[in-house]
Protein backbone atom coordinates (compact mmCIF):
# COMPACT_ATOMS: atom_id res chain seq x y z
CA UNK A 1 0.00 0.00 0.00
CA UNK A 2 1.12 3.43 -0.99
CA UNK A 3 0.19 5.10 2.25
CA UNK A 4 0.94 2.46 4.86
CA UNK A 5 0.59 4.25 8.52
CA UNK A 6 0.68 8.03 6.84
CA UNK A 7 -1.27 10.06 9.34
CA UNK A 8 -3.81 12.31 7.37
CA UNK A 9 -5.78 15.03 8.51
CA UNK A 10 -8.89 15.86 6.60
CA UNK A 11 -10.92 19.07 6.81
CA UNK A 12 -14.60 19.49 5.17
CA UNK A 13 -16.22 15.72 5.26
CA UNK A 14 -19.76 16.86 5.36
CA UNK A 15 -21.17 13.72 4.23
CA UNK A 16 -21.02 10.41 2.40
CA UNK A 17 -21.02 12.34 -1.22
CA UNK A 18 -18.31 14.66 -0.48
CA UNK A 19 -15.27 14.94 -1.98
CA UNK A 20 -13.52 14.83 0.65
CA UNK A 21 -15.33 11.48 1.75
CA UNK A 22 -13.96 9.98 -1.55
CA UNK A 23 -10.60 11.24 -0.98
CA UNK A 24 -10.64 9.29 2.65
CA UNK A 25 -12.33 6.27 1.30
CA UNK A 26 -8.62 5.85 -0.87
CA UNK A 27 -6.51 7.23 1.56
CA UNK A 28 -7.73 4.28 3.79
CA UNK A 29 -7.44 2.28 1.02
CA UNK A 30 -3.83 2.49 0.78
CA UNK A 31 -3.08 2.58 4.74
CA UNK A 32 -3.64 5.83 6.20
CA UNK A 33 -4.53 6.90 9.53
CA UNK A 34 -7.34 9.22 9.26
CA UNK A 35 -8.71 12.14 11.19
CA UNK A 36 -11.52 14.59 10.57
CA UNK A 37 -12.96 17.86 11.79
CA UNK A 38 -16.40 18.75 12.16
CA UNK A 39 -18.08 22.71 12.42
CA UNK A 40 -20.79 22.40 15.02
CA UNK A 41 -22.85 19.75 15.99
CA UNK A 42 -25.12 18.98 13.40
CA UNK A 43 -21.84 18.44 10.94
CA UNK A 44 -20.38 16.12 13.93
CA UNK A 45 -23.32 13.57 13.85
CA UNK A 46 -22.46 13.20 10.77
CA UNK A 47 -18.70 13.18 10.96
CA UNK A 48 -18.45 10.49 13.83
CA UNK A 49 -20.39 7.60 11.78
CA UNK A 50 -18.47 8.05 8.57
CA UNK A 51 -14.85 8.16 10.59
CA UNK A 52 -15.93 5.28 12.50
CA UNK A 53 -16.86 3.39 8.94
CA UNK A 54 -13.37 4.71 7.36
CA UNK A 55 -11.42 3.51 10.89
CA UNK A 56 -10.70 6.88 11.97
CA UNK A 57 -8.68 7.91 14.99
CA UNK A 58 -10.62 10.81 16.59
CA UNK A 59 -12.96 14.02 15.22
CA UNK A 60 -12.00 17.26 16.70
CA UNK A 61 -14.05 20.40 16.72
CA UNK A 62 -12.84 22.99 13.99
CA UNK A 63 -14.21 26.41 12.24
CA UNK A 64 -11.32 27.54 9.87
CA UNK A 65 -12.72 31.38 10.47
CA UNK A 66 -11.54 30.61 14.11
CA UNK A 67 -7.63 30.83 14.60
CA UNK A 68 -8.06 29.86 18.25
CA UNK A 69 -9.80 26.94 17.08
CA UNK A 70 -7.18 26.25 14.28
CA UNK A 71 -4.49 25.99 16.58
CA UNK A 72 -6.57 23.69 19.64
CA UNK A 73 -6.65 21.03 16.76
CA UNK A 74 -2.92 21.77 15.59
CA UNK A 75 -2.02 21.02 19.58
CA UNK A 76 -4.37 18.07 19.90
CA UNK A 77 -2.54 16.33 16.84
CA UNK A 78 0.24 16.97 17.79
CA UNK A 79 -0.88 15.50 21.34
CA UNK A 80 -2.04 12.39 19.34
CA UNK A 81 0.20 12.10 16.35
CA UNK A 82 3.24 14.05 17.01
CA UNK A 83 3.96 14.57 13.35
CA UNK A 84 1.83 14.97 10.31
CA UNK A 85 2.18 13.39 6.65
CA UNK A 86 -1.09 14.20 4.88
CA UNK A 87 -3.24 17.47 5.39
CA UNK A 88 -6.16 17.74 3.55
CA UNK A 89 -8.29 20.94 2.45
CA UNK A 90 -11.91 20.54 1.47
CA UNK A 91 -13.24 23.51 2.66
CA UNK A 92 -15.74 26.03 0.60
CA UNK A 93 -18.34 28.43 1.13
CA UNK A 94 -20.38 31.36 0.04
CA UNK A 95 -24.03 33.44 0.77
CA UNK A 96 -26.16 31.54 -1.42
CA UNK A 97 -27.41 34.94 -2.32
CA UNK A 98 -24.12 34.91 -3.93
CA UNK A 99 -24.06 32.34 -6.05
CA UNK A 100 -27.40 33.58 -7.87
CA UNK A 101 -27.80 36.07 -10.04
CA UNK A 102 -25.14 39.01 -11.38
CA UNK A 103 -21.42 39.02 -9.83
CA UNK A 104 -21.11 42.59 -9.62
CA UNK A 105 -24.09 42.53 -7.12
CA UNK A 106 -21.83 40.47 -4.65
CA UNK A 107 -22.03 41.99 -0.93
CA UNK A 108 -18.85 43.43 0.70
CA UNK A 109 -19.28 40.90 3.33
CA UNK A 110 -20.46 37.75 1.37
CA UNK A 111 -16.81 38.38 -0.79
CA UNK A 112 -15.19 38.47 2.71
CA UNK A 113 -16.95 35.59 4.11
CA UNK A 114 -16.19 33.58 0.60
CA UNK A 115 -12.28 34.28 0.45
CA UNK A 116 -11.76 33.72 4.07
CA UNK A 117 -13.44 30.47 4.30
CA UNK A 118 -12.52 29.02 0.79
CA UNK A 119 -8.73 30.34 0.75
CA UNK A 120 -7.49 32.22 3.51
CA UNK A 121 -8.18 29.12 5.59
CA UNK A 122 -5.45 27.15 3.77
CA UNK A 123 -2.50 29.58 4.18
CA UNK A 124 -4.22 29.27 8.49
CA UNK A 125 -4.21 25.67 8.16
CA UNK A 126 -0.67 25.71 6.75
CA UNK A 127 0.96 28.00 9.48
CA UNK A 128 -0.97 26.21 12.37
CA UNK A 129 0.25 22.79 11.49
CA UNK A 130 3.70 23.23 9.38
CA UNK A 131 6.03 22.20 12.87
CA UNK A 132 4.26 18.79 12.30
CA UNK A 133 4.69 18.67 8.72
CA UNK A 134 7.88 17.45 7.61
CA UNK A 135 10.39 16.43 4.35
CA UNK A 136 7.36 14.53 2.23
CA UNK A 137 4.20 15.55 3.73
CA UNK A 138 1.56 16.50 1.51
CA UNK A 139 -0.49 19.49 1.50
CA UNK A 140 -3.49 19.32 -0.81
CA UNK A 141 -7.00 21.40 -1.46
CA UNK A 142 -9.66 21.10 -3.57
CA UNK A 143 -10.41 23.70 -6.42
CA UNK A 144 -12.89 23.82 -9.52
CA UNK A 145 -12.18 25.07 -13.22
CA UNK A 146 -14.39 28.17 -12.58
CA UNK A 147 -11.24 29.98 -11.07
CA UNK A 148 -9.76 30.58 -14.68
CA UNK A 149 -13.15 30.34 -17.05
CA UNK A 150 -16.66 31.68 -16.31
CA UNK A 151 -19.07 29.08 -14.86
CA UNK A 152 -22.65 31.05 -14.84
CA UNK A 153 -23.64 30.58 -11.02
CA UNK A 154 -20.22 30.18 -9.79
CA UNK A 155 -19.97 33.98 -9.15
CA UNK A 156 -17.59 34.93 -6.09
CA UNK A 157 -16.95 31.69 -5.97
CA UNK A 158 -15.00 31.51 -8.31
CA UNK A 159 -12.60 34.17 -7.57
CA UNK A 160 -12.52 32.59 -4.26
CA UNK A 161 -10.63 29.49 -6.03
CA UNK A 162 -8.53 32.07 -8.10
CA UNK A 163 -7.16 32.85 -4.51
CA UNK A 164 -7.38 29.95 -3.56
CA UNK A 165 -4.96 28.40 -6.42
CA UNK A 166 -2.24 31.33 -6.48
CA UNK A 167 -2.42 30.58 -2.64
CA UNK A 168 -1.28 27.23 -3.48
CA UNK A 169 1.90 28.37 -5.55
CA UNK A 170 2.64 30.79 -2.89
CA UNK A 171 2.71 28.22 0.08
CA UNK A 172 4.51 25.76 -2.29
CA UNK A 173 6.89 28.32 -2.49
CA UNK A 174 7.25 29.41 1.56
CA UNK A 175 7.11 25.01 2.10
CA UNK A 176 9.16 24.07 0.22
CA UNK A 177 12.94 24.24 1.46
CA UNK A 178 11.24 21.74 4.08
CA UNK A 179 10.63 19.27 1.43
CA UNK A 180 6.94 19.91 2.17
CA UNK A 181 4.22 19.72 -1.00
CA UNK A 182 1.01 21.95 -1.67
CA UNK A 183 -0.82 21.28 -4.70
CA UNK A 184 -4.28 21.73 -5.91
CA UNK A 185 -6.68 19.26 -7.34
CA UNK A 186 -9.63 20.58 -9.73
CA UNK A 187 -12.28 18.43 -9.71
CA UNK A 188 -15.21 18.21 -12.67
CA UNK A 189 -18.53 18.81 -11.22
CA UNK A 190 -19.80 16.22 -8.62
CA UNK A 191 -23.40 16.18 -6.98
CA UNK A 192 -22.04 17.28 -3.71
CA UNK A 193 -24.23 19.02 -0.78
CA UNK A 194 -21.77 22.21 -2.06
CA UNK A 195 -22.04 22.02 -5.61
CA UNK A 196 -26.46 22.08 -5.13
CA UNK A 197 -25.96 25.66 -4.91
CA UNK A 198 -24.65 26.62 -8.20
CA UNK A 199 -28.00 27.29 -10.92
CA UNK A 200 -26.31 25.37 -13.48
CA UNK A 201 -25.32 22.32 -12.21
CA UNK A 202 -27.52 19.83 -14.24
CA UNK A 203 -26.70 21.83 -17.21
CA UNK A 204 -23.19 20.91 -16.64
CA UNK A 205 -23.20 17.68 -15.81
CA UNK A 206 -25.17 17.03 -19.17
CA UNK A 207 -22.18 19.33 -20.86
CA UNK A 208 -19.48 16.97 -19.87
CA UNK A 209 -21.12 13.68 -20.65
CA UNK A 210 -21.80 15.20 -24.05
CA UNK A 211 -18.42 17.02 -24.74
CA UNK A 212 -15.66 15.78 -22.50
CA UNK A 213 -12.57 13.30 -24.13
CA UNK A 214 -13.87 10.61 -21.74
CA UNK A 215 -17.74 11.43 -22.17
CA UNK A 216 -18.56 11.00 -18.40
CA UNK A 217 -18.73 12.97 -15.27
CA UNK A 218 -16.26 12.56 -12.62
CA UNK A 219 -16.99 10.37 -9.38
CA UNK A 220 -15.63 10.71 -5.32
CA UNK A 221 -13.55 8.13 -5.92
CA UNK A 222 -11.59 9.49 -9.40
CA UNK A 223 -10.71 12.24 -7.09
CA UNK A 224 -9.76 9.82 -4.47
CA UNK A 225 -7.31 8.37 -6.75
CA UNK A 226 -5.33 11.50 -7.91
CA UNK A 227 -5.07 12.37 -4.03
CA UNK A 228 -3.42 9.20 -3.15
CA UNK A 229 -1.07 10.23 -5.75
CA UNK A 230 -0.07 13.68 -4.20
CA UNK A 231 -0.07 12.20 -0.90
CA UNK A 232 2.26 9.41 -1.91
CA UNK A 233 5.60 9.20 -2.66
CA UNK A 234 4.99 8.97 -6.12
CA UNK A 235 4.28 12.62 -6.98
CA UNK A 236 7.83 13.41 -5.05
CA UNK A 237 8.85 16.12 -7.24
CA UNK A 238 4.99 17.63 -7.97
CA UNK A 239 4.43 21.07 -5.78
CA UNK A 240 2.58 24.22 -6.48
CA UNK A 241 0.39 22.82 -9.26
CA UNK A 242 -3.54 22.55 -9.66
CA UNK A 243 -4.09 18.62 -10.92
CA UNK A 244 -7.13 18.37 -13.48
CA UNK A 245 -9.27 15.44 -12.59
CA UNK A 246 -12.41 16.39 -14.84
CA UNK A 247 -12.54 13.65 -18.27
CA UNK A 248 -10.50 16.09 -20.01
CA UNK A 249 -13.44 18.91 -20.26
CA UNK A 250 -11.15 22.00 -19.27
CA UNK A 251 -9.23 21.13 -22.36
CA UNK A 252 -12.55 21.48 -24.55
CA UNK A 253 -12.53 24.82 -26.25
CA UNK A 254 -15.73 26.19 -28.20
CA UNK A 255 -18.10 23.61 -28.74
CA UNK A 256 -20.49 24.04 -31.94
Not at 89 to 99: G, I, P
Request: net charge negative.
Amino acid sequence: MLLEGKKALIFGLANNRSIAYGIAQALAAHGARLAFNYVGEAIKKRVEPISQELGGEFTFPCDVCDDAQIQAAADLAREKWGELDILVHSVAFANREDLNGRFVDTSRDGFRLALEVSAYSLAALCRAFEPMLHEGSSVMTMTYHGSTKIVQGYNVMGVAKAALEASVRYLAYDLGPKGIRVNALSAGPVKTLAASAVSSLKDIFTHVEAHAPLRRNITTADVGGAAVFLASDLSHAITGEVIYVDSGMSQIGVVG
